[in-house]
T-cell receptor, first 113, second 114 residues
């Protein structure tokens, strides 16, 4: 089945640093989504990408839909302590599914003040 | 607040008992999804409803699991004869009708089977 490889698995950074994480797949996806999840809560949508090559920003967050449709990355600029959490990429493939998402295993971000 | 809500937020049960969870989607969303998330993993798809029709089920949804959405609004997920391996966070998400509409998740129900 379709799987997403998300890296890095975890990151420990200093407040103010920029962060970059990515997601790759062996299959083509037609939608890429990035979510953030905090302990004991559900994932919260950060950015949605619908076209290959698309670059979208949401405040300090920027995400891109890879041109091959098999990858996506998320950048966070000037990190702050409230950025702490687990970031998940999720993909929606072509055909078959009714929109159920396939998730990566997440990147756990820790920010040191 | 008009987001997705789930009840209960936490459930502790003994092995062999039945449990039922409820999800109330965003009111204008006709599509509803259930996912399961275990520690250190991303959510995994369980089942999907469009209005009241259950259109897709994952192979993860064993015959001990049943989901309903009787009036196309709220949904319930029941697990019969719970096992310790059922311990997980059960997440519900809803989505509007448009192609570009995305899934919005509820806060989840944390199930612990003793």
């Amino acid at each position: 089945g379709q799987q997403l490889n998300q890296s890095p698995q975890s990151m420990f950074i200093q407040e103010g640093e920029d962060v970059s994480m990515n997601c790759t797949s062996s299959s083509i996806f037609n939608t890429w989504l990035w979510y953030k999840q905090e302990p004991g809560e559900g994932p919260v949508l950060l950015i949605a990408l619908y076209k290959a090559g698309e670059l979208t920003s949401n405040g300090r967050l920027t995400a891109q839909f890879g041109i091959t449709r098999k990858d996506s990355f998320l950048n966070i600029s000037a990190s702050i302590p409230s950025d702490v959490g687990i970031y998940f990429c999720a993909g929606l493939g072509y055909g078959g599914s009714q929109g159920n998402l396939i998730f990566g295993k997440g990147t756990k971000l820790s920010v040191k003040p | 607040d008009t987001g997705v809500s789930q009840n209960p937020r936490h459930k502790i049960t003994k092995r062999g008992q039945n449990v039922t969870f409820r999800c109330d989607p965003i009111s204008e969303h006709n599509r509803l999804y259930w996912y399961r998330q275990t520690l250190g993993q991303g959510p995994e798809f369980l089942t999907y409803f469009q209005n009241e029709a259950q259109l897709e089920k994952s192979r993860l949804l064993s015959d001990r699991f049943s989901a309903e959405r009787p009036k196309g609004s709220f949904s319930t997920l029941e697990i019969q004869r719970t096992e310790q391996g059922d311990s997980a966070m059960y997440l519900c998400a809803s989505r509007g009708q448009g192609f570009t509409d995305t899934q919005y998740f509820g806060p989840g129900t944390r199930l612990t089977v003793l």
